[in-house]
């Protein structure tokens, strides 16, 4: 009969929105993966996602300052700032003015011999994030993660090598890479190259308690993929901070050739080499968390059918063309 709407057809109709909505909502929010959120910021660029595009290195300067600081954490005052004056400059912001203490006293020594003449830098202190960038965009030229000279902290490209050689010398700079004329070193300070690495693994592990690294100071295949993963903006939880996995390793001594090893630590290569069987983190999908959908109800579900049973509550039930306003049938 027109205007009559049968009982059970509404149900069912109701049933079927029910069903639309909530596919809608887990079809958006899938469990992408099955292993640990990589960041607890949602939608963080990953550093892997830099890896097209015009970018520089500048692109992963937070998370950079953050790994020098965590170098001071292991040891205060390993790293200090250097900073721009009135005859140094820096190239552009993907230069960071962090050096051990020698090899800062020994460039400012040679800039005070020179006061009228600028020096830029084209690049000094280099991390791991940094490399990482660099040695993918050159992978011919640029050196593996974690062994650039530059990832020591005692190494500097000058932009004007010819007249600065001599000054540099001088002060124990050296030209010590063969046909590599901008690049010098100090090579009285301590070479970083194993603090920084241990630098982002507890970093790493701090913010990721159930994907924890081994932290050695080695770059391997675990390290090398958490890199890539790392936000370019840095950690939600920075340097220094207390709580740290039981992974840790003491902190680091130097080995014959004069870099940091870590004490009484033997690494297991199978432990710290072994890939994870984690899937990649989810895309980006709008309104929903990177790790994935939740085991609770999300509370967008909640309001949706909370609406759903007000609506069905409300809706007037047409029936022999009798209708109560309150939702409930009159007998006839």
């Not at 590599?180 to 630098?199: G, K, T, W």
């Not at 039981?246 to 014959?256: I, L, T, Y």
């Not at 959908?293 to 047409?318: C, E, F, S, Y």
């Amino acid at each position: 009969m027109p205007g009559t709407l049968n009982p059970a057809a509404t149900r069912s109709a109701i049933s079927v929105r029910l069903a639309i909505a909530c596919c809608a909502l887990f079809v958006g929010c899938g469990d992408y993966d099955n292993g640990p959120a990589y960041s607890s910021r949602s939608q963080a660029v990953r550093i892997e996602q830099l890896l097209t595009g015009p970018h520089g290195t500048s692109a992963v300067a937070a998370l950079s300052e953050q790994i020098a600081a965590e170098v001071n954490c292991i040891t205060p005052d390993l790293l200090v700032r250097l900073q721009p004056n009135n005859n140094l400059t820096f190239h552009s912001r993907a230069v960071l003015g962090w050096m051990p203490q020698p090899a800062r006293a020994a460039l400012l020594a040679a800039l005070a011999e020179r006061p009228h003449q600028t020096l830029t830098l084209n690049s000094a202190f280099r991390t791991v994030a940094q490399q990482y960038l660099l040695k993918a965009w050159d992978p011919g030229s640029a050196a593996a993660v974690g062994e650039s000279n530059h990832e020591s902290g005692r190494a500097i490209d000058v932009a004007d090598p010819a007249s600065w050689k001599s000054t540099l010398e001088r002060h124990g700079w050296l030209q010590n890479v063969a046909g590599d004329e901008i690049h010098f070193e100090h090579l009285a300070s301590p070479d970083l190259r194993r603090y920084e690495v241990r630098a982002f693994q507890r970093l790493w592990n701090r913010n990721h308690p159930n994907d924890p690294l081994f932290v050695d100071g080695i770059v391997g295949e675990q390290t090398l993929t958490r890199i890539g993963l790392a936000p370019a903006e840095g950690f939600a939880i920075g340097a220094c901070a207390t709580t740290l996995p039981n992974r840790d390793a003491a902190p680091p001594d130097r080995d014959s050739g004069g870099r940091p090893l870590d004490s009484g630590v033997e690494s297991d290569s199978t432990t710290r080499n072994t890939p994870d069987a984690d899937p990649p983190p989810p895309p980006a999908l709008s309104g929903c968390s990177a790790a994935g959908a939740t085991t609770t109800p999300p509370p967008l579900l909640v309001l949706l059918l909370t609406w759903l049973i007000d609506d069905r509550r409300a809706k007037p039930i047409v029936h022999n063309n009798v209708t109560d306003q309150r939702g409930q049938r009159k007998r006839s």
